[in-house]
């Protein structure tokens, strides 16, 4: 069964400072898809980012971008220039079929001013 | 803009009720989801549907049971409620394939 870790319960960073955000999956599957989501204050999930694995270049969206390296099995986030608007979960998904996304248990992450 | 509404945002019920989680969403997507999430464990699947009428159980399905009779509209039943199962609980849709999925705001159900 594929799971996923996400080692960093809370984090925090400075506004305009950068960070990086951990996650290792587990899968014997060659072909999936990796996404990172966030939740802020008010519940909704929203989609970060998303990432192919039989794509070797590393996804990008704006200040965010992901760090793939698919034989260590991990993903990890980086948050340019954090913003205040970024504190949030943030969670690590895993999807080999279209119906079983699995996820990490989240990472907290504060940006203090 | 995609929208995936779910009905209630707070709700607090007593142990043994039949309680009933309503999400519909506007996509015209076929694949849908029920997710409950607690501190610490993240997200975990209670049950998903692929089709109308469809229904496949996830990691969590003991003491819930979901229907699905027209393509926009997944329900949620708790049959008895029970403490254990105050939680958040999240719906979501996606296309066929690959496509990720798109959440409701969640419902925070308190089971007193």
């Avoid at chain 1, 999930?45 to 965010?64: P, S």
């Avoid at chain 2, 996509?27 to 469809?54: C, T």
Wanted: proline fraction near 3%.
């Amino acid at each position: 069964a594929q799971t996923v870790t996400q080692s960093q319960p809370e984090m925090s960073v400075q506004e305009a400072e950068t960070v990086t955000l951990s996650c290792t999956y587990d899968t014997s599957e060659s072909n999936y898809y990796l996404f990172w989501y966030k939740q802020p204050p008010s519940r909704q999930m929203i989609l970060v980012i998303r990432q192919e694995a039989y794509k070797q270049q590393n996804a990008t969206e704006n200040r965010f971008s992901v760090n793939f390296q698919k034989a260590a099995k991990s993903f990890s986030l980086k948050i340019s220039d954090s913003q205040l608007g970024d504190t949030a979960m943030y969670f690590c998904a895993f999807m080999f079929e279209g119906y079983d996304m699995r996820f990490g248990a989240g990472t907290r992450l504060t940006v203090k001013p | 803009d995609v929208k995936v509404t779910q009905s209630s945002r707070y709700l607090v019920k007593r142990t043994g009720e039949k309680v009933f989680l309503e999400c519909v969403q506007d996509m015209d997507h076929e694949n849908m989801f029920w997710y409950r999430q607690d501190p610490g464990l993240g997200l975990r699947l209670i049950y998903f549907s692929y089709d109308v009428k469809m229904k496949e159980k996830g990691d969590i399905p003991e003491g819930y049971s979901v229907s699905r009779e027209k393509k926009e509209r997944f329900s949620l039943i708790l049959e008895s409620a029970s403490t254990n199962q105050t939680s958040m609980y999240l719906c979501a849709s996606s296309s066929a394939g690959t496509g990720p999925l798109f959440f409701g705001s969640g419902t925070q159900l308190s089971v007193l």
